[in-house]
């Protein structure tokens, strides 16, 4: 068993026996799903007979009970559990998310009842500071000296403006030149409490931009090429999915290469080579890309212009540009060695 888990048992039983009521005992369990899943005012309410703003009223009594209890040391049990706590979020930059605190705290993959029992602690526990989630923001616990429930969401909302300002993801240095924090994990544990924020291959941006949260193929390809700034091969792309971080990875060679051909943002390059349009690769065939290129030029080009404008936007050998440049329904031959548009 995990050496943690025994004291925290004792933490909560021990903080239990403070509330003397077997009904109240029974409404905060319940709440905060210490024994099965958590359970709303209203279901708990129905079951009791009572309303659930009753239900309500008695929850908030109950935890002031034992905040007044816990600041005044009177849960024996609670301060070696405080302490853990502490210790684990003091290593994981002051803050965490509780799925991540507990996970830590327990060495393995906790399970809802280990993670609703670290959340009871904490929200009477005098040295700890708890977040509930909502849409901003995760389940999170923090050691209060590192601030409280509004000065946290804070410093979520300040990064995020920081980032939303920036246009762009950002790494964990960038933000440490703009903030003013003590150490850069503090930065790194407070964003990772927002739902607004992503990270990926150590940047962190809005949840909205595929560049740190790609949900589909079409996004992880983007990210993929993006990340490498260079034109690659489809094969080569799906086996760096294949390798990467990304939540979801296991496609074939074949998707990746249907999406490369429906979306947009990428160029074929060359034999099975893609590249980003917003590198400034535009997609045609070989004699679209010099009629674009003569047309560009507004002027007739050598053949070595030609050949040295189309190899800056395509991977192709010099003869094939040269066959190309022989169709005379297209190009015009005006000169030894100069051409325009026919």
């Given at each position: 068993?995990?050496?943690?888990?025994?004291?925290?048992?004792?933490?909560?039983?021990?903080?239990?026996?403070?509330?003397?009521?077997?009904?109240?005992?029974?409404?905060?369990?319940?709440?905060?799903?210490?024994?099965?899943?958590?359970?709303?005012?209203?279901?708990?309410?129905?079951?009791?007979?009572?309303?659930?703003?009753?239900?309500?009223?008695?929850?908030?009594?109950?935890?002031?009970?034992?905040?007044?209890?816990?600041?005044?040391?009177?849960?024996?049990?609670?301060?070696?559990?405080?302490?853990?706590?502490?210790?684990?979020?003091?290593?994981?930059?002051?803050?965490?998310?509780?799925?991540?605190?507990?996970?830590?705290?327990?060495?393995?993959?906790?399970?809802?009842?280990?993670?609703?029992?670290?959340?009871?602690?904490?929200?009477?526990?005098?040295?700890?500071?708890?977040?509930?989630?909502?849409?901003?923001?995760?389940?999170?616990?923090?050691?209060?000296?590192?601030?409280?429930?509004?000065?946290?969401?804070?410093?979520?909302?300040?990064?995020?403006?920081?980032?939303?300002?920036?246009?762009?993801?950002?790494?964990?240095?960038?933000?440490?030149?703009?903030?003013?924090?003590?150490?850069?994990?503090?930065?790194?544990?407070?964003?990772?409490?927002?739902k607004s924020l992503a990270?990926?291959?150590?940047?962190?941006?809005?949840?909205?931009?595929?560049?740190?949260?790609?949900?589909?193929?079409?996004?992880?390809?983007?990210?993929i090429l993006e990340s490498?700034?260079?034109?690659?091969?489809?094969?080569?792309?799906?086996?760096?999915?294949?390798?990467?971080?990304?939540?979801?990875?296991?496609?074939?060679?074949?998707?990746?290469?249907?999406?490369?051909?429906?979306?947009?943002?990428?160029?074929?390059?060359?034999?099975?080579?893609?590249?980003?349009?917003?590198?400034?690769?535009?997609?045609?065939?070989?004699?679209?890309?010099?009629?674009?290129?003569?047309?560009?030029?507004?002027?007739?080009?050598?053949?070595?212009?030609?050949?040295?404008?189309?190899?800056?936007?395509?991977?192709?050998?010099?003869?094939?540009?040269?066959?190309?440049?022989?169709?005379?329904?297209?190009?015009?031959?005006?000169?030894?060695?100069?051409?325009?548009?026919?």
């Amino acid at each position: 068993m995990n050496k943690n888990s025994e004291i925290l048992k004792k933490a909560i039983s021990g903080s239990l026996k403070i509330v003397e009521q077997e009904r109240e005992r029974e409404i905060i369990s319940r709440r905060f799903g210490l024994a099965g899943p958590k359970e709303t005012l209203e279901q708990i309410g129905e079951s009791l007979s009572i309303t659930r703003e009753r239900v309500r009223q008695l929850e908030k009594a109950i935890i002031i009970h034992l905040q007044i209890t816990a600041e005044d040391n009177n849960i024996p049990e609670l301060p070696p559990a405080e302490k853990i706590l502490v210790r684990n979020l003091a290593e994981m930059g002051r803050v965490a998310k509780l799925s991540a605190l507990s996970d830590k705290v327990y060495e393995k993959k906790s399970t809802p009842e280990e993670r609703s029992g670290i959340n009871f602690i904490a929200t009477f526990a005098k040295g700890l500071t708890v977040i509930e989630e909502n849409d901003s923001y995760f389940s999170a616990v923090g050691i209060a000296d590192f601030g409280t429930t509004d000065a946290l969401k804070k410093m979520v909302d300040e990064i995020v403006g920081v980032i939303r300002k920036n246009g762009k993801p950002m790494t964990i240095d960038e933000l440490d030149n703009v903030l003013n924090y003590e150490h850069p994990d503090n930065i790194r544990a407070v964003a990772s409490i927002s739902k607004s924020l992503a990270s990926l291959n150590g940047l962190w941006g809005l949840t909205k931009w595929p560049s740190v949260n790609p949900r589909n193929i079409r996004d992880k390809i983007f990210v993929i090429l993006e990340s490498h700034k260079k034109p690659m091969h489809f094969s080569e792309i799906a086996k760096e999915i294949k390798e990467s971080e990304f939540k979801r990875k296991n496609v074939t060679v074949q998707a990746i290469h249907n999406e490369l051909i429906k979306d947009p943002r990428f160029v074929l390059i060359g034999r099975g080579i893609y590249a980003l349009s917003s590198w400034g690769y535009k997609k045609g065939t070989i004699s679209e890309i010099i009629t674009s290129i003569l047309t560009e030029a507004g002027k007739p080009l050598s053949r070595e212009e030609i050949v040295r404008q189309v190899l800056k936007t395509r991977r192709v050998k010099e003869t094939t540009i040269l066959l190309n440049l022989q169709n005379k329904k297209l190009f015009k031959k005006i000169d030894r060695n100069l051409y325009t548009n026919a």
